[in-house]
C-alpha cells in the first residue's frame, strides 16, 4: 500500500509560481513511477507530468511544458512539480500518483494510489 500526500498549493497571480510536493509511504520512489495530474471544475482530470523509478527524464503534458519541472528526491522520498508562469487555466486541484509500472512513464501510464488533491488557483 501507498499512501500519498500533497502540499504547496495556494492562491498566486498570474505569472506567479508555486512549487507542490508529494510526500510517499509505503513504497519508495525508485520502484514507483509517480504523477501529477489536475482537475478543474466542469472538466475531467488530465494528466500533468510524471517520473518514473529508473531515472528517466520527466514527461510533460503540452500545457505545461516549459513552464513546469518535475523532480524527485529519493532520500525524502518525496516528488516535486515546481510551476512557473502560471495562468489562470492552471487552476485545478493538483492530485500526486503511484504506479507500481515503475519504468513506464507515459500520460496511458495505470495510477493505483493517489492522494488527496491540494487546490492550486491562479488568479488574473
Known amino acids: 500500500q501507498v499512501q500519498l500526500v500533497e502540499s504547496g498549493g495556494g492562491l498566486v497571480q498570474a505569472g506567479g509560481s508555486l512549487r507542490l510536493s508529494c510526500a510517499a509511504s509505503?513504497?519508495?520512489?525508485?520502484?514507483?513511477?509517480m504523477g501529477w495530474f489536475r482537475q478543474a471544475p466542469g472538466k475531467e482530470r488530465e494528466f500533468v507530468a510524471g517520473?518514473?523509478?529508473?531515472?528517466?527524464?520527466?514527461v510533460y503534458a503540452d500545457s505545461v511544458k516549459g513552464r513546469s519541472i518535475m523532480t524527485r528526491d529519493n532520500t525524502k522520498n518525496t516528488v516535486y512539480l515546481q510551476m512557473n508562469s502560471l495562468k489562470p487555466e492552471d487552476t485545478a486541484v493538483y492530485y500526486c500518483?503511484?504506479?507500481?509500472?515503475?519504468?513506464?512513464?507515459?500520460?496511458?501510464?495505470?495510477?493505483?494510489?493517489w492522494g488527496q488533491g491540494t487546490q492550486v488557483t491562479v488568479s488574473s
Open positions: 517520473i518514473d523509478g529508473s531515472g528517466g527524464s520527466p
Open positions: 500518483a503511484a504506479s507500481v509500472y515503475r519504468r513506464l512513464n507515459n500520460p496511458n501510464t495505470p495510477y493505483s494510489y
Open positions: 509505503g513504497r519508495t520512489l525508485s520502484s514507483l513511477t
